[in-house]
């Protein structure tokens, strides 16, 4: 917990975060936005994930996840491109991120020692974001 806690404050933008229904406040998952710190290709990389408690699942709650987060890069960090990186079996996952607008790049990637299809989104700017972009 102290190590999130440090890199929170250090990477202003990045983190980790519960995901909550609306109404009540009952925890449904997390999301995160952070550096990748391993030992393969993708060391330093920015991406996100998200994990969802399974009686949640398949209610739309992935996508909007998924989409806050996009939007928390966007507008919350200074970065052009954000990764996601997926197990080739979870197609339900799959879909959000192209949905998502998330293309694959490579489908044999290893991030943290598993085997993973890699997808990315270019970051534009919006309206309401005038960050230079690095």
């Known amino acids: 917990m102290q190590k999130r806690i ?7 933008g990045y983190g980790f975060w519960s995901a909550r229904l609306k109404e009540n ?8 936005l952070n550096h990748i710190y391993d030992d393969g ?5 920015v991406h996100f994930g998200y994990k969802i408690i399974r009686k949640y699942w398949r209610l739309g709650f992935g ?5 806050s987060m996009i939007e928390q890069a966007r507008n919350h960090t200074g970065i052009d491109i954000l990764r996601a990186f997926m197990d080739p079996d979870n ?23 598993y085997h ?3 997808y990315s989104v ?3 700017p919006t309206k309401n974001n005038t960050k230079t972009k690095r």
């Open 6 to 12: 440090r890199y929170m404050s250090e990477n202003p």
């Open 25 to 32: 406040h009952e925890l449904i998952g997390y999301v995160n």
């Open 41 to 45: 290709p993708n060391h330093g990389m």
């Open 63 to 67: 996508t909007e996840m998924a989409m």
């Open 91 to 113: 197609l339900h996952s799959i879909r959000i991120l192209e949905k998502c607008g998330l293309k694959c790049y490579d489908l044999e990637t290893r991030v943290y020692g």
């Open 116 to 118: 993973s299809h890699a």
């Open 122 to 124: 270019e970051l534009k």
